[in-house]
């Protein structure tokens, strides 16, 4: 039986997307889920989301969330503009997921992807949303999950009502 210590040596050498399942597996084995609590949760997203597309809740550009969070915010700033900036070679990231959904920024904007609206997303593995590329500049695309997205559609999903089902053979 291996050690801790050679498991965590062996899980630091794996690629990004092995190491996201390592991480889910265990956090999943840790934190038991909690009906009640993602109900809660799927409430407050809705009133939340709610509120926002009524104009009813103030947001923050990314600069004014930093200045909240990173006290050396233009310090910080000021370095990243002096280092020499490489080719990019995505962009979009996938930077956050929770219970209800994921949240994606794409040229600068971040969008949230809602399960309720995107279930082919529910069940798929962390590296399945992270492994995402572009159709067309506004087109998202996941390969493996067989599922692309506009943009236009998390802009406005009031535009968009209809909602594509995958029916089961």
């Known amino acids: 039986m291996e050690t801790t210590r050679a498991i965590l040596d062996h899980a630091i050498n794996m690629p990004p997307a092995e ?3 390592i991480i889910e597996g265990l956090l999943n084995s840790l934190d038991e889920p909690n009906k009640t609590i993602d109900e ?21 550009t ?10 050396n915010y233009i310090q910080v700033q000021k370095l990243m503009n002096s280092l020499k900036h490489g080719k990019p070679i995505l962009t979009g990231n996938v930077t956050n997921i929770s219970n209800i959904g994921f949240w994606i920024l794409v040229n600068d904007k971040e969008y949230f992807v809602p399960f309720s609206n995107y279930p082919e997303f529910k069940n798929a593995k962390i590296d399945e949303i992270f492994n995402v590329q572009f159709l067309s500049p506004r087109q998202l695309y996941w390969q493996s999950l067989d599922c692309d997205i506009e943009l236009d559609a998390l802009e406005a999903p009031e535009r968009f009502p209809l909602r594509f089902h995958r029916q089961v053979v």
Do not use: C, Q, S
Not at 40 to 60: C, H, Q, V
């Open 40 to 60: 809660i949760w799927a409430i407050e997203a809705e009133k939340r989301l709610k509120a926002y597309k009524e104009g009813n809740l103030k947001t923050l």
């Open 62 to 71: 990314y600069e004014e969330d930093a200045l909240r969070h990173v006290p």
């Open 19 to 21: 190491k996201f399942v």
